[in-house]
């Protein structure tokens, strides 16, 4: 055959390749719109099912690559991730057609749900872009709802499917559409997700990290930071602030720190009395990293700056959180561990910092309570001790503890346990609303500052 026949016989089978992927394309839309679809027009191959997965694929991570940005890293281990989920899928298709003793059937049952399943991807990402256009926000906060909802319209397709293509009796239906429920569920709760695609900062210009020089530019980068922290002023009750992002792959830690100085500058009277210490690629310049050894350096140059038996230290730490009272420091290439809540008792503590008020914005943050309480601290965390606390997006401007507390709570009172009692209500409700399982906002006020406060309008 010459090259010229070759080639035409190779763009006709492309041709009626795809003009049968179409076709299952069309199916899978009226199934799931639905529209009255006629199971014979699908093309049930395995090329075809290949194909379908691969759409599927392709969706998911445009997905990933919209909510990260454009300026997007592929992560490999993301295609792990998507091939062991895929695999779990379609063994639960298999089961269910080997329990139904019809496995001629399983190509036409596999392809009617790949091709429903890109209808649904690709409804969830112009649902959610279209949300963030219209509300002006991320959808980040309804996420759960959203995803509950679409949750339930693939497994009410599931259920059309298994009718269509079986005619199986309602009760069959049934037990099968809660397994596959079931297994959809399970999958997402238990399987552990990773995206194809991570944030990135700067694209192909990327900070590329010198952690020996990083580690060197420290003892510089605080000194500078504690030279611009003013005294204490006699007969004032003076506010010092010191703010600790760990956790540098996502930037929501990293403007929590930024804003929350802000609000104490101005609600407060703290210009020149706050400290930040930040992991992130984009501050490794210009402010001193989050990590034990810094938190404990900050905190000493502020003991000396302050009045021990007069003035308040505020202390805000704010990353994920693990049940063992412990929060996440984590920066790509160093070696961080992880901050617990009995080094900060001890550092402040060897510090003689008497008025202490902690701020925990982490998951599980009310394990720090036992370890960080005493007569003469108030402490505050994002959740309780067996519960997590949300919000932690890569593109968040807050947490949802951190938005509630400090930049709607503490802008309508300068008191930090009103604030609390306005931010617990305030989250209770957005939870509420969006379906998540109560965070269940935490505090410990010893008896000696509850009175400090008090008495100072606090």
């Not at 929501?252 to 930040?276: H, L, N």
């Not at 003035?311 to 961080?336: C, M, P, R, W």
């Amino acid at each position: 055959m010459s090259l010229i026949g070759q080639s035409n016989v190779i763009a006709r089978a492309f041709g009626r390749y795809f003009a049968a992927f179409g076709a299952n394309l069309t199916v899978g839309l009226r199934l799931a719109l639905p529209l009255p679809a006629r199971l014979q027009h699908l093309s049930p191959s395995l090329g075809q099912f290949i194909g379908l997965l691969c759409g599927v694929w392709l969706l998911r991570a445009a997905d990933d690559w919209i909510d990260t940005g454009l300026d997007a890293e592929f992560l490999p281990w993301g295609v792990l991730s998507q091939a062991t989920q895929s695999y779990f899928w379609v063994a639960t298709l298999a089961i269910i057609v080997m329990i139904d003793r019809r496995p001629s059937e399983f190509l036409r049952f596999a392809v009617a749900m790949a091709s429903v399943s890109i209808t649904v991807f690709l409804s969830w990402i112009l649902t959610t872009n279209l949300w963030t256009v219209v509300h002006r926000t991320s959808y980040f906060a309804s996420y759960n709802t959203l995803w509950w909802a679409f949750g339930a319209w693939e497994v009410a397709l599931f259920a059309r499917v298994v009718s269509c293509v079986y005619g199986t009796n309602w009760r069959r239906t049934l037990c099968y559409t809660i397994a596959y429920g079931g297994t959809v569920y399970a999958l997402a709760i238990f399987l552990p997700h990773s995206p194809l695609f991570v944030a990135t900062r700067n694209g192909a210009d990327a900070v590329k990290v010198d952690v020996e020089s990083t580690y060197y530019a420290q003892a510089n980068l605080l000194r500078q930071s504690l030279y611009a922290v003013s005294p204490q002023r006699p007969g004032v009750v003076d506010l010092y602030f010191i703010g600790f992002a760990a956790y540098a792959n996502q930037d929501v830690f990293r403007r929590e720190i930024e804003q929350a100085t802000i609000i104490f500058e101005q609600r407060f009277d703290s210009i020149g009395r706050t400290v930040a210490l930040i992991n992130n690629l984009d501050t490794l310049e210009s402010v001193p990293l989050a990590n034990r050894h810094n938190l404990e350096q900050a905190l000493r140059g502020l003991a000396q700056r302050i009045d021990r038996e007069e003035d308040i230290v505020v202390v805000f730490l704010t990353s994920h959180g693990a049940e063992d009272a412990t929060i996440a420091v984590e920066l790509t290439g160093f070696g961080f561990n992880d901050l617990a809540a009995g080094e900060v008792r001890t550092i402040l503590d060897d510090n003689a910092i008497k008025w202490r008020i902690i701020i925990v914005s982490a998951c599980y943050s009310g394990s720090f309570i036992e370890r960080l309480a005493s007569p003469t601290t108030l402490v505050i965390t994002a959740s309780s001790a067996d519960r997590s606390s949300f919000g932690c997006s890569h593109k968040n401007e807050w947490t949802y503890f951190g938005e509630a507390y400090f930049e709607q709570a503490l802008r309508q009172t300068r008191s930090f346990i009103t604030a609390f009692e306005l931010a617990r209500e305030t989250i209770h409700q957005r939870e509420t609303a969006e379906g998540k399982e109560a965070s269940n906002p935490q505090i410990a006020i010893g008896d000696e500052i509850a009175a400090y406060l008090e008495q100072h309008g606090l």
